[in-house]
């Protein structure tokens, strides 16, 4: 199992320009995440979703949308970067339940973004 | 006021020493608590859940206190390879929704 992965590994930006990040899973898993993560403010959750077709904003989604048309594939947009947006992007995903001690999340090794 | 409030350290101590860190959260319906340790430039793992009883896993203790709202984290006789930065993870009922602290920070030296 590859387990969370996350396409690009590294991107720069144009302010004004747009991309879509792309995370996968193969774990079957139900939630997913986005996260981003600043110096000095942990990861903030940007949005989430608890099943294929449904997506809920979490504590940053401004200026970011997300889709869930597949399981396994959660899709964050960026549609017109800005230089604020700079940031390590981190996708995760858990089971729905799960016993005490199993509900963690697991993280793909993130996307480093810069917006000029 | 931050959900979830750490020290951010750093905290510097030689290796096998003990040390402890600790985490407040101000939701009191929070339902699940987690410690995830993060490498430098990495992602965040899972270190361990904590258990209302209270928990550990070889050198690792967590405790939760639901009354003060807090968890802490105790490491005993650290190592060199401890060197990382510990996050605190509020979930709230049903789990879907996490808060993570903004970590603190340990490094272990010979």
């Known amino acids: 199992n590859a387990g969370v992965t996350q396409t690009p590994k590294f991107r720069v930006l144009k302010t004004g320009q747009s991309m879509t990040l792309l995370c996968a899973q193969d774990?079957?898993?139900?939630?997913m995440y986005w996260y981003r993560q600043d110096p000095g403010m942990g990861l903030r959750l940007i949005h989430y979703?608890?099943?294929?077709?449904?997506?809920a904003k979490g504590e940053v989604p401004d200026g970011y949308n997300v889709s869930r048309l597949k399981k396994q594939n959660f899709l964050l947009g960026l549609e017109s970067a800005a230089p604020s947006q700079t940031s390590v992007y981190f996708c995760?995903?858990?089971?729905?339940?799960?016993?005490?001690?199993?509900?963690?999340?697991?993280f793909g090794p993130g996307t480093r973004l810069t917006v000029l | 006021r931050k959900e979830v409030e750490q020290d951010p350290g750093p905290f510097n101590v030689p290796e096998g020493a003990t040390v402890a860190f600790n985490c407040t959260y101000s939701?009191?319906?929070?339902?699940?608590f987690f410690w995830y340790r993060q490498d430098c430039r990495k992602e965040p793992k899972l270190l361990m859940s904590?258990?209302?009883s209270g928990n550990e896993d070889g050198r690792f203790t967590a405790q939760l206190n639901r009354a003060s709202q807090y968890i802490s984290l105790l490491i005993r006789d650290s190592k060199l390879s401890d060197s990382a930065t510990y996050l605190c993870?509020?979930?709230?009922?049903?789990?879907?929704?996490?808060?993570f602290g903004a970590g603190t920070r340990l490094f272990v030296k010979a």
């Open positions: 939701n009191s319906a929070s339902q699940s």
């Open positions: 774990m079957n898993h139900e939630y």
């Open positions: 979703s608890v099943g294929e077709g449904t997506t």
């Open positions: 993870v509020v979930a709230n009922t049903g789990g879907f929704k996490t808060i």
């Open positions: 995760a995903s858990r089971i729905r339940g799960g016993a005490w001690g199993t509900d963690t999340q697991y």
């Open positions: 904590v258990y209302s």
